[in-house]
């Protein structure tokens, strides 16, 4: 069984709050439709160019933002880009982390190649083995839904892998320079708040 990427992330849209952002890859597009102004957040991040980079970032901020919830929306092939994030990510113990994994076994944005060991690895497995505080896997959308007010109020590192359905070549819709616009936006935003 699986779902889809449209219900988790508007599930996840829905129950965000105040807490700061980041996707990468093939969930840029569908934060996009979820959020419609996502390009004028200032919370928010798009991660383009430098895949694998998501969870690092967001941990970053995590650490520098500990009293903000910071969600980050990844993929599996970019995890595996930097699959040593789960470790440094469990060693720093970023209790107000959340990363999420889209699942779904291919290199998505380059064509859909198979993962390397897809249908033997296991993220769950491995962010529990890194250290996480707590790692879940989901492949039916409905029960992500009701668990995820839990999921958010969790002291983290908190890890969830969800199961999704193939999607290949769907454009992520964003250049790599918007990044750096919005990474200024968000460093505007949170210097601002800092100085209230």
């Known amino acids: 069984m699986s779902m889809n990427r449209k219900d988790p992330t508007e599930a996840l849209a829905a129950l965000r709050g105040d807490a700061i952002t980041i996707t990468t890859e093939q969930c840029i597009k569908a934060w996009r439709e979820a959020v419609p102004d996502a390009l004028d957040d200032p919370t928010h991040v798009d991660v383009v160019g430098a895949m694998g980079s998501a969870s690092s970032i967001a941990l970053g901020i995590a650490l520098a933002q500990p009293n903000r919830k910071v969600i980050v929306m990844d993929g599996d092939g970019s995890l595996l880009m930097q699959l040593g994030s789960l470790v440094t990510i469990a060693g ?20 859909g190649q198979p993962l390397p060991a897809e249908g033997r690895l296991d993220f769950e497995v491995m962010a529990r083995g890194a250290g996480f ?64």
């Open 92 to 111: 720093a113990a970023p209790e107000n982390l959340v990363h999420i994994v889209f699942e779904n076994g291919v290199y998505a944005t380059s064509g």
């Open 133 to 196: 505080a707590h790692a879940a896997r989901y492949d039916d959308a409905a029960a992500f839904k009701a668990d995820l007010p839990g999921l958010l109020e969790r002291r983290g590192p908190v890890f969830v892998t969800l199961q999704i359905e193939h999607e290949v070549g769907v454009p992520s819709g964003t250049r790599s320079a918007m990044m750096g616009q919005q990474l200024e936006a968000l460093r505007k935003q949170l210097a601002d708040a800092a100085a209230d």
